[in-house]
């Protein structure tokens, strides 16, 4: 029994030796391995080339009307903001036309702002009410309003307002006896207005009065202290009331 165990104690020893041999042939060659790789030399490779991406273009306006146009959280997504042009300005009547006269120092035209206002005598380039009198041919004014040439002939121009008729009420009491009740009846009296052939119209100044529209006396009539004188202008007959001395 003691033979049996020396002999494995001497199989135990034998292969714990070689192990620590076959450790040590491991770690030699470890070692010089190790040696070996540290006297290699390696060839210097050139460094790596790194490529700088161009800083970004900054980004234009005009690329943010897209998303200006679908903003969800903003009333009026549409950028476009249509401006309306003001209304244009409406122009006034016409002056009310009365006459021309000339008395050898150009035409001296007789007008009225509204009908029935009051007439005096207006030269070329004169101003009456928002209109400038900017020329006269035989069929019509030129009038310059709002920057702008307005052609009108004298038939727009003259006035057409007849003189007023005012009716005067006048009640009849007629009793058709008692206790019968009393019936009114009201009568139109009519005022008749004179003609105005042959008298003086307007006071244009210089003792001098103008023609009223319809004017049918002759040259030389004499009314009120005014003679009426009748000229030939390039413009047709004019007419004038000169007062008499």
């Not at 306006?61 to 200006?68: C, E, G, H, K, Q």
């Not at 249509?82 to 035209?109: C, L, N, Q, T």
């Not at 928002?130 to 309003?145: M, Q, V």
Request: proline share 12%; net charge positive.
């Amino acid at each position: 029994m003691k033979g049996r165990l020396l002999i494995l104690n001497l199989i135990l020893l034998a292969l714990i030796v070689a192990a620590a041999r076959q450790v040590r042939i491991n770690w030699l060659e470890a070692r010089a391995r190790e040696a070996t790789l540290m006297r290699m030399s390696l060839p210097a490779t050139p460094p790596p080339q790194i490529l700088i991406p161009p800083p970004p273009a900054p980004v234009p306006a005009s690329r943010y009307i897209d998303i200006a146009a679908k903003e969800l959280m903003s009333r009026d997504r549409n950028p476009t903001v249509v401006i309306e042009p003001p209304p244009a300005p409406k122009m006034p009547p016409f002056p009310r036309f009365y006459g021309v006269m000339d008395f050898g120092e150009g035409p001296s035209i007789i007008l009225a702002a509204a009908s029935g206002g009051g007439q005096r005598s207006y030269r070329l380039g004169e101003t009456i009410g928002e209109f400038k009198i900017a020329g006269l041919d035989p069929a019509g004014l030129t009038f310059e309003w709002n920057s702008k040439k307005v052609f009108a002939k004298f038939s727009e121009l003259v006035d057409k307002s007849g003189p007023a008729q005012p009716s005067n009420a006048a009640p009849t009491t007629s009793s058709t006896g008692a206790g019968a009740p009393a019936t009114s009846t009201v009568s139109a009296v009519t005022q008749i207005t004179p003609s105005q052939a042959g008298k003086p119209g307007a006071d244009v100044g210089a003792n001098t009065k103008a023609c009223v529209p319809g004017d049918s006396a002759p040259a030389g009539t004499v009314s009120d202290g005014y003679r009426k004188v009748v000229v030939q202008t390039p413009f047709g007959s004019g007419c004038r009331w000169e007062q008499v001395h």
